[in-house]
């Protein structure tokens, strides 16, 4: 059974930091793309940052480039999102994904993946 637990989410100030991690257990992690997204109530579940398998290959949201990087560690089972620069609109709930087959391409569509973490809940205040 897989499990993606969340952590690592709070309160912080505009302009500063916040790293979220995801661990995962239940498969083999290091086989599965995975995806940071974000949601606000209201609306849609948005994408944030995806990563291939081995970490070589990454994708960001326009919103979020050159402020968040995405990673992970294979041997700890587990993503990150480093989150600098936040602004208010970085408001929202975080959820890590895990793609439900290996594929080789990192996917922004939240149907592309079969496995959500509980969330973790990000505030930035102006």
């Known amino acids: 059974q897989v499990q993606l637990v969340e952590s690592g989410g709070g309160l912080v100030q505009a302009g500063g930091s916040l790293r979220l991690s995801c661990e995962a257990s239940?498969?083999?992690?290091?086989?599965?793309?995975m995806g940071w997204f974000r949601q606000v109530p209201g609306k849609e579940r948005e994408f944030v940052a995806g990563?291939?398998?081995?970490?070589?290959?990454?994708s960001y949201a326009d919103s979020v480039k050159g402020r968040f990087t995405i990673s992970r560690d294979n041997a700890k089972n587990t993503v990150y999102l480093q989150m600098n620069s936040l602004k208010p609109e970085d408001t929202a709930v975080y959820y890590c994904?895990?793609?439900?087959?290996?594929?080789?391409?990192?996917?922004?569509?939240?149907?592309?993946?079969?496995?959500w973490g509980q969330g973790t809940q990000v505030t930035v205040s102006s």
């Open positions: 994904a895990q793609r439900g087959a290996v594929f080789p391409a990192i996917t922004t569509a939240p149907s592309g993946y079969d496995y």
């Open positions: 239940g498969r083999t992690f290091s086989l599965y793309n």
């Open positions: 990563i291939s398998r081995s970490g070589v290959s990454t």
